[in-house]
């Protein structure tokens, strides 16, 4: 296994070396520009479309499986998946596989701009390989929408459950004719109070429109559906959980050589999204409820999964330490619980830290030759909630030793932004080199991707905090030893 990661790395370490450009965020105030007068060409068509909307968790999430075919009569290698302006801020998590070699990658996707008044903006997605005339290929995209849920009504009583509106379009959004497609919405639970139902013969089939079978709703088929085409539905179901949204994550991973430690520690701004409360929140009901566990809106504890070997957490919030939690380890899994100081009701914030070690060598690995380093964490970790759980921003700061150089990376996770600068902490001369990577729109869907860091820490770069310790020691002592000579007395000298 070792041997196995240490091969990955130096693959790693040479391919990001041999395209050092391949990481560069684009910030989303640069993006690519079109003319104002664009129009997506109608190079491609939709032979068959799927799309499923996931609404099991407390963000949707669509996945679109469709085969492309070019129509034009030269080789296309640019697909445009439109947006209405509204939602573009809040699509996240935007992936695209190949449906049929989901691991071949080359898949690269970037948000354009043509008319920032325009209620249209697209997605463009550009293919590994230029599609040639009449070739077809199965695209799988997939994202979520992050607060596009609403409760509706918007308060309810403290044990009331709670209903969610979800409003889309039965057609697919495309920039392209589509030749046959159906829309399928997956539910948490088979309780639908309400959904949009169109009259018989909308679909090619002439059945009822949508068909209703357990938990899922399907609309359509529907054939020679037109670029552009919009069929507004809306639907209302029971989703008596929380909607935990957090605005701003900011994640600190600092890297110890002498001390053999890496330390994470994660500040979290959170709102529960979910219906608020009508009355006042009733303390002796929810002691109660608390015996027969009733399924409720409100957040109660976050389950975190740490990685195998972490120790010595803490959990803390704006009035100090917070003893209601529980830490379990063993040599397979470590679990850390975590009760905030009261339950967050709809409409309520909680704002706390968590912090935790860890060896370092599980991470760190040292290149044969030279004086390279890489290592491998979770871009993020995290409660894992069976709701689910959306971040508006994350911030990651990889905190590595004073003297590192040469500082490199590669993650999968969309970023917006990435920077490096200095961090200074106890005893520092020239100050830590930090990596600083920004991302938004996240899901808890990518809590274990992967950011892998490679830099250079030369030998003599580890010497400079032994040197700064043994520089203050002796300056303490020389001047203890000079006040020491001092003639204080204030007799005559003889």
């Given at each position: 296994?070792?041997?196995?990661?240490?091969?990955?790395?130096?693959?790693?370490l040479s391919?990001?070396l041999g395209?050092?450009?391949?990481?560069?965020?684009?910030?989303?105030?640069?993006r690519?520009?079109?003319p104002?007068?664009f129009?997506?060409?109608?190079?491609?068509?939709?032979?068959?479309?799927?799309?499923?909307?996931?609404?099991?968790?407390?963000?949707?999430?669509?996945?679109?499986?469709?085969?492309?075919?070019?129509?034009?009569?030269?080789?296309?290698?640019?697909?445009?998946?439109?947006?209405?302006?509204?939602?573009l801020?809040?699509?996240?998590?935007?992936?695209?596989?190949d449906?049929?070699?989901?691991?071949?990658s080359?898949?690269?996707?970037?948000?354009?701009?043509?008319?920032?008044?325009?209620?249209?903006?697209?997605?463009?997605?550009?293919?590994?390989?230029?599609?040639?005339?009449?070739?077809?290929?199965?695209?799988?995209?997939?994202?979520?929408?992050?607060?596009?849920?609403?409760?509706?009504?918007?308060?309810?009583?403290?044990?009331?459950?709670?209903?969610?509106?979800?409003?889309?379009?039965?057609?697919?959004?495309?920039?392209?004719?589509?030749?046959?497609?159906?829309?399928?919405?997956?539910?948490?639970?088979?309780?639908?109070?309400e959904?949009?139902?169109?009259?018989?013969?909308?679909?090619?089939?002439?059945?009822?429109?949508?068909?209703?079978q357990?938990?899922?709703?399907?609309?359509?088929?529907?054939?020679?559906?037109?670029?552009?085409?919009?069929?507004?539905?809306?639907?209302?179901?029971?989703?008596?959980k929380?909607?935990?949204?957090v605005s701003?994550?900011?994640?600190?991973?600092?890297?110890?050589?002498w001390?053999?430690?890496?330390?994470?520690?994660?500040?979290?701004?959170?709102?529960?999204?979910?219906?608020?409360?009508?009355?006042?929140?009733?303390?002796?009901?929810?002691q109660t409820?608390?015996?027969?566990?009733?399924?409720?809106?409100?957040?109660?504890?976050?389950?975190?999964?740490?990685?195998?070997?972490?120790?010595?957490p803490?959990?803390?919030?704006?009035?100090?330490?917070?003893?209601?939690?529980?830490?379990?380890?063993?040599?397979?899994?470590?679990?850390?619980?975590?009760?905030?100081?009261?339950p967050?009701?709809?409409?309520?914030?909680?704002?706390?830290?968590?912090?935790?070690?860890?060896?370092?060598?599980?991470?760190?690995?040292?290149?044969?030759?030279?004086?390279?380093?890489?290592?491998?964490?979770?871009?993020?970790?995290?409660?894992?909630?069976?709701e689910?759980?959306?971040?508006?921003?994350?911030?990651?700061?990889?905190?590595?030793?004073?003297?590192?150089?040469?500082?490199?990376?590669?993650?999968?996770?969309?970023?917006v932004?990435?920077?490096?600068?200095?961090?200074?902490?106890?005893?520092?001369?020239?100050?830590?080199?930090?990596?600083?990577?920004?991302?938004?729109?996240?899901?808890?869907?990518?809590?274990?991707?992967?950011?892998i860091?490679?830099?250079?820490?030369?030998?003599?770069?580890?010497?400079?905090?032994?040197f700064?310790?043994?520089?203050?020691?002796?300056?303490?002592?020389?001047?203890?030893?000079?006040?020491?000579?001092?003639?204080?007395?204030?007799?005559?000298?003889k």
């Open positions: 296994m070792k041997s196995l990661v240490i091969t990955a790395s130096l693959s790693l391919s990001v395209s050092s450009g391949s990481n560069t965020p684009k910030p989303l105030n640069s690519p520009a079109l104002s007068n129009r997506p060409p109608q190079v491609f068509r939709n032979v068959n479309l799927v799309r499923t909307v996931n609404l099991e968790k407390s963000y949707p999430r669509d996945t679109i499986n469709v085969i492309i075919e070019n129509v034009d009569k030269e080789s296309q290698d640019e697909y445009f998946l439109p947006f209405e302006s509204t939602l801020e809040n699509v996240g998590a935007f992936e695209v596989k449906k049929k070699n989901p691991e071949k080359g898949f690269r996707v970037e948000v354009v701009e043509y008319d920032p008044q325009s209620p249209t903006q697209f997605y463009r997605i550009r293919l590994p390989e230029p599609l040639k005339p009449s070739a077809q290929q199965t695209l799988s995209i997939s994202y979520s929408l992050l607060s596009s849920l609403r409760p509706l009504p918007a308060a309810i009583d403290q044990s009331d459950k709670q209903y969610l509106v979800h409003a889309f379009s039965a057609y697919s959004p495309s920039s392209y004719k589509t030749l046959k497609q159906k829309t399928k919405v997956k539910f948490p639970g088979t309780e639908i109070k959904y949009t139902v169109f009259p018989k013969g909308k679909n090619t089939d002439g059945t009822e429109d949508p068909q209703k357990g938990s899922t709703i399907t609309y359509g088929p529907y054939s020679e559906v037109s670029a552009g085409a919009q069929e507004p539905v809306q639907v209302r179901y029971e989703f008596t929380p909607l935990l949204h701003t994550l900011e994640r600190d991973l600092e890297v110890s050589h001390g053999g430690n890496l330390a994470t520690e994660e500040r979290y701004w959170t709102v529960n999204r979910a219906a608020n409360l009508s009355n006042h929140f009733s303390r002796v009901a929810w409820s608390e015996y027969y566990k009733p399924a409720s809106v409100a957040v109660s504890s976050l389950k975190m999964p740490l990685l195998v070997g972490s120790l010595n803490y959990f803390t919030d704006e009035i100090g330490n917070v003893s209601t939690s529980r830490f379990r380890s063993s040599r397979k899994e470590a679990h850390l619980e975590l009760k905030p100081r009261y967050v009701f709809g409409g309520w914030k909680y704002n706390f830290r968590v912090g935790w070690d860890a060896d370092l060598k599980n991470f760190l690995r040292k290149l044969s030759g030279g004086d390279g380093y890489v290592l491998k964490v979770p871009f993020m970790e995290g409660p894992k909630q069976s689910g759980i959306e971040y508006g921003k994350v911030e990651v700061r990889v905190i590595l030793p004073e003297g590192a150089q040469n500082v490199k990376y590669l993650t999968s996770v969309p970023l932004s990435a920077e490096t600068s200095l961090h200074y902490t106890f005893m520092d001369t020239l100050g830590r080199t930090t990596l600083k990577l920004t991302a938004l729109n996240l899901v808890d869907d990518l809590r274990d991707l992967d950011l860091v490679t830099y250079d820490y030369p030998f003599t770069a580890g010497l400079r905090k032994p700064a310790i043994f520089v203050g020691v002796m300056t303490v002592f020389i001047a203890a030893w000079g006040v020491g000579q001092l003639d204080t007395s204030i007799g005559r000298r």
